[in-house]
């Protein structure tokens, strides 16, 4: 909340609100956050999931077509989930266009353990599409202070004609975050022979 309103926000992280409009301002937020926790995000998914295959035949439970609704639904609620955890702008560039935004994970939805950890917002950053096709791909990551982790695979003329300079970072970094980050940078370290 504090970063959402820092004008509002004291040293001691108390809000001093000048009026009723700012103060309804601060609550939609608040309540807009809380639908981005991770269980709500878990909880709407089964509700939606269970709406959604109680209306299919009930030979297609338990099979492709189960999957493919969970995923499908899965994915639409971390993106909303996240669209809601960076205000609807990218970590990275602040831009707030949301069809040019994209929800990636850091620890890849296949590999995931279970739906709260596919679904879990700290699992994952709201990225230009750019950003997250190489974030994706494991050519770019984010270290422990959410600075710029570039693949040695990556062509500098290539990050300048994708608009993408060493100095960016996350524009926050929770310290739930780390351990998906951990895992992510892990991952970009398996993939950083340089490109032919």
Known sequence: MARSFPQWTSVDNHFLIPGNTELATLLLRAASLSRAL???????????VSEELAALPPETLHTEVERMVRQRIGQQKFREAMLT???GACAVTGLALPDVLRASHAKPWAECESDAERLDVFNGFLLTA????LFDRFLISFNAQGRLLVSPALATADLRL?????ELRLRW??????SYLQFHRA??????????
């Open 85 to 87: 955890y960076w205000g």
């Open 38 to 48: 991770p269980n709500q995000v878990a909880r709407s998914y089964e509700d939606a």
């Open 130 to 133: 750019n950003l997250d096709a």
């Open 162 to 166: 994708l608009g993408i300079s060493p």
């Open 187 to 196: 991952r970009v370290q398996e993939h950083s022979q340089p490109i032919q």
């Open 173 to 178: 970094l929770a310290p739930e975050h780390q």
